[in-house]
């Protein structure tokens, strides 16, 4: 595999973080821009970060010195992943990609385009195609991929295997949502500390918009949703890493009992295990049979924080199955979830 010059958009920030933490040492990747607003511009890195990663700043990175996020300033880099904060990813991201620099980003703003992958490598590999039909320049060098939301990612990797067996007719979900998902300094301490709070902005109609696109079919080069129902409640718990999603189904086939869905969820596997990426889980979803388990603190860094780990799978009364699912919100729900995006569009020669 070739190496790629990669540059990092809101570098400072919380996923930008993650993102140098995860590309220390990467075979195929090697950082060698950071870009974050003009409070960062012109400083060396380990002046303008608040370090809050749990492993120390990389010698590598502490003094290049920050740039402005302008594709002009960023001639030098093959693309750029993007942990850009929302309120500025649009205009951005866009002038990157205008400026044939391939983006690969974190942000909400380009999900729902429908020119745009939105993209989990075990989900829809497919669907990298859409960036045949991306105008941001004339030869086609400038695009951009998105990666789902943070709950929307082990939802959709949970329904995978019940959707390609028996069909999905609707979804109840309820989410229980870490800390570090807010970015920092995120939610005030005298909020959080003992508490439960019972609402984020702006996250259920991502929780229930995005699975249908993931489980979409490509036709055309353009995404035919998936046309259950999904309804989401979000909320806020005192945990760091891990969101816990408690998640019920209602199937188009009712299978004859519980141990088939068991089945289909275990015996699942990934479009992508023979391609080898650097940073693909070996083993995506995780099926726990003991009922204390998945447990945020004990199961969210499992296959360096990829894996997707699901526990007490049960029929129900009102709902087909019930079960828990839950990965790391920032590695696999964020920045993992971008490199290994990078990494398939790299595989499939769409990286140059
Ligand atoms: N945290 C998660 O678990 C998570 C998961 C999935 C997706 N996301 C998404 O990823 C993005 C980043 O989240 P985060 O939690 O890392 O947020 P964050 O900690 O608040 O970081 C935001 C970053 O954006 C930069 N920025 C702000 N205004 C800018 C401007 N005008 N020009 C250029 N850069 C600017 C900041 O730079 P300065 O330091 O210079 O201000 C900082 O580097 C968001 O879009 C978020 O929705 C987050």
């Keep these: ?8 958009l809101g570098a400072t920030g919380a996923v930008g ?3 140098i933490r995860l590309l220390q040492n990467h075979p195929w990747f090697e950082i060698k821009a950071l ?8 400083k060396p890195y380990s002046e303008a970060a608040n370090w809050i990663e749990s492993t120390p700043m990389p010698d590598s990175v502490k003094d290049l010195e920050v740039r402005n996020c302008i594709s002009s300033e960023f001639k030098d880099i093959d693309f750029v992943f993007s942990g850009l904060d929302s309120s500025v990813a649009t205009e951005i ?19 729902t385009d429908p020119t745009v992958p939105l993209l989990i490598p075990e989900v829809n590999p497919d669907h990298i195609e859409m960036i045949n039909k991306q105008r941001f320049t004339a030869d086609g060098s400038g695009w951009i991929v998105t990666n789902p939301n943070c709950v929307a990612i082990p939802l959709t990797m949970s329904l995978k295997p019940l959707y390609d067996a028996f069909g999905i007719h609707s979804v109840v979900v309820t989410s229980l949502q870490a800390i570090s998902g807010a970015g920092y ?12 709070i019972p609402f984020i902005g702006g996250e259920e109609s991502k929780i229930r918009e995005e699975p249908l696109k993931l489980l979409g079919k490509l036709e055309n080069g353009a995404v035919v949703h998936a046309s259950f129902p999904v309804q989401a409640t979000a909320t806020r718990v005192p945990v760091i890493n891990g969101h816990l999603l408690t998640v019920n189904v ?11 869905i068991s089945k289909a969820m275990k015996s699942w596997t990934s479009p992508i295990s023979e391609l080898g990426l650097p940073s693909a889980p070996k083993f995506p979803l995780h099926i726990f049979e003991d009922e204390r388990y998945p447990q945020p603190r004990l199961h969210a860094d ?51």
């Excluded at 870009?35 to 012109?42: H, I, L, N, P, V």
């Excluded at 005030?188 to 508490?195: H, K, Y």
Aim: glycine letters at 12%.
């Design 35 to 42: 870009g974050a607003s003009g409070r960062s511009a012109g």
């Design 93 to 111: 991201e866009a002038d990157f990609a205008k400026a044939g620099i391939p983006v690969i980003s974190n942000a909400k703003n380009y999900r």
């Design 185 to 196: 300094p995120g939610v005030p301490s005298l909020d959080i500390l003992g508490n439960v």
């Design 17 to 19: 973080q993650k993102f």
């Design 1 to 8: 595999m070739a190496q790629f010059n990669a540059g990092i």
């Design 250 to 260: 209602k199937l188009e086939k009712t299978p004859a009992d519980i141990s088939e």
């Design 302 to 352: 499992s296959e360096e924080g990829m894996q997707t780990a699901i526990g007490r799978v049960r029929s129900g009364d009102v709902m087909d199955v019930s079960y828990i699912a839950m990965a790391h919100n920032t590695i696999r729900g964020a920045a993992g979830g971008a490199i290994l995006n990078a990494e398939l569009l790299a595989e499939k020669g769409f990286l140059r």
